[in-house]
């Protein structure tokens, strides 16, 4: 027991203060992706909170910090605007609409994981990784250039002059802390050390920059200052349970939940290949989900994994769940009990912050393979970075995929062969090479001479697989075609399901399909562990 224990507390340390610093994080990002989305900063905080804990909990992957996000904010602005435009002035009708949609979004992410459809995560190729990590690193820089912005009574214009200049010196200074804390003592979290740092140089200094206060009260909010969430019974209420909510709502529904699951599970991949662990991409669908259900009825705006913080979380320590527990639970008690001194924050320290996330996320390595990997790889990598910034993150990974998809396909289209050579009786054979599937079939049947062939014919498989229907009707059309040039045709070595697929499909093929086959080449590409078993009798 006393050996679990120090097990499960090794990290301890190193996880609250981790937590700490990412709490600190979520404040503005939270409060941001709110404006974005139309709705009051405590809707964001209390998604960022509820889905943080949730999720820290019971997700898939220790260390991957979750909530409020922009590419979830930027689908839910016409929602919210058309809910509004629904009811009467001042009703508020989009808020309402906005947490139906967000509990649906929970359901559809819990059937994901239901399904295990988590797993396909995996199918995705590191090409569009690259470019998934390249262009969320662009967002997120992008996304600090609106902190450079400061009110002037009517509208939001660029900081100038000794403004600009001292926001330039605290981000600066924050960087340069980030970077140099480390090479001194890795002891210490560089992030959180940054964050006290530069605004005990502000609050000492009197220093007239922008915090977290003056951030939110010029974008129309009130302050931080707030109590637990309440449950939403104005959902069941304001919102008609009816076949028309159900067709507004559910595209919207279904956007937010391929979003979000997409972002997360990458994230998780990511986080993955920085702690060299592995999480449960369906264990996370299933937490997601949850998490949005709960945030929903409890007043929140939805949400996924935050790459920004996650990788925040797990370059100052962050490594078990106790670090995601940790920063939601101080996000709480900051709304409840710190507004005060977290809104004297200046915005610098936490831009700097994630200027060095986007440091550390943007993948470098990219430009020193460019000329070393396929061309077509490189056309993904770049097309998925440009996509996520001029689009939203489902709709890149999604063209990488088809596009990589499309690439193999043409490549292992281009491989199919066919040897041919004749036996001593006057039978042709056609030896062939190569995967048999739908993008192959045209040259498949270019190897062939019906008309001239000899009055036998072989084909020969078991050099090739046969894949998917699209070939299966190929060989149906081909011995058609030898048949009604009065020829005999043999096909051999035919994987087991192809020919119960071919014997469903026409009974002749029991008279063409030769099953009586002695070559071990045959028995081996069929049973392959037939050779591994067999290899375990043997001393080698």
């Known amino acids: 027991m006393t050996e679990f224990i120090r097990k499960r507390t090794a990290n301890a340390k190193n996880d609250i203060l981790s937590g700490a610093t990412v709490a600190l994080a979520l404040v503005p ?66 808020l309402y609409y906005l947490f139906a949609t967000v509990i649906l979004m929970g359901v559809i992410q819990m059937l994901a994981g239901v399904f295990k459809l988590g797993k396909f995560v995996r199918l995705i190729p590191h090409p569009v990784m690259m470019g998934f990590v390249n262009g969320l690193a662009i967002v997120i820089f992008l996304a600090q250039l609106k902190m450079f912005k400061t009110f002037d009574g009517t509208d939001f214009v660029w900081l100038q002059g000794s403004e600009l200049y001292a926001m330039l010196g605290l981000v600066a200074l924050t960087m340069g802390i980030m970077f140099g804390l480390p090479k001194l003592t890795k002891k210490l979290p560089e992030a959180l050390i940054a964050i006290l740092v530069v605004s005990a140089v502000v609050i000492f200094g009197k220093l007239d920059v922008a915090t977290v206060g003056s951030f939110i009260r010029d974008g129309g909010g009130e302050g931080l200052k707030g109590g637990l969430p309440q449950f939403q019974t104005d959902i069941f209420t304001k919102v008609p349970f009816n076949l028309q909510t159900l067709k507004f709502i559910f595209p919207y529904a279904l956007i937010l939940a391929a979003v979000g699951l997409i972002e997360s599970l990458m994230t998780l991949n990511l986080v993955d290949e920085l702690t060299e662990t592995r999480g449960n991409t369906n264990r996370e669908c299933m937490a997601q989900g949850g998490a949005n259900i709960v945030t929903g009825l409890f007043g929140g705006m939805g949400g996924c994994a935050m790459i920004g913080q996650s990788i925040i979380n797990i370059k100052s320590g962050g490594r078990t769940r106790l670090s995601g527990i940790t920063a939601a639970v101080l996000l709480l008690m900051f709304i409840l009990f710190g507004s005060a001194y977290i809104e004297k924050i200046p915005i610098a320290a936490l831009v700097g912050v994630m200027f060095m996330v986007v440091v550390g996320t943007f993948a470098w390595s990219s430009f020193r393979i460019m000329n070393k990997i396929p061309l077509s790889d490189v056309v993904v990598l770049i097309a998925v970075s440009v996509l996520t910034v001029i689009f939203d993150l489902a709709i890149a990974v999604i063209a990488g995929v088809i596009i990589s998809a499309l690439v193999f396909s043409w490549e292992n289209a281009k491989r199919i062969r066919a040897r041919k050579r004749m036996k001593e009786d006057g039978t042709k054979v056609y030896e062939i090479w190569g995967p048999l599937f739908f993008g192959s079939i045209i040259a498949f049947n270019e190897k062939f001479d019906v008309k001239n062939d000899p009055g036998n014919v072989e084909i020969d498989f078991v ?24 020829k005999s045709i043999k096909l051999k070595h035919l994987s087991e399901d192809c020919k119960v697929l071919l014997y469903k499909s026409s009974p002749k093929f029991r008279e063409v399909i030769v099953e009586a086959i002695d070559d071990p080449r045959y028995h081996l590409a069929e049973n392959p562990e037939r050779f591994t078993k067999g290899l375990g009798e043997y001393k080698l």
């Open 29 to 94: 990002e939270a409060v941001a992706f709110a404006f974005v989305a139309g709705v009051d900063p405590l809707v964001g905080l209390y998604a960022a909170f509820m889905i943080g804990l949730i999720t820290s909990i019971f997700g898939g992957r220790p260390g991957m910090i979750s909530g409020a996000t922009g590419a979830l904010a930027v689908v839910m602005v016409s929602l919210v605007a058309e809910g509004n435009a629904m009811g009467a002035e001042g009703e508020n009708l989009g």
């Open 463 to 486: 050099e090739s697989r046969v894949s998917d229907h699209s070939a299966i009707e190929a060989i149906f059309n081909l011995v058609n075609k030898y048949e009604a040039e009065g």
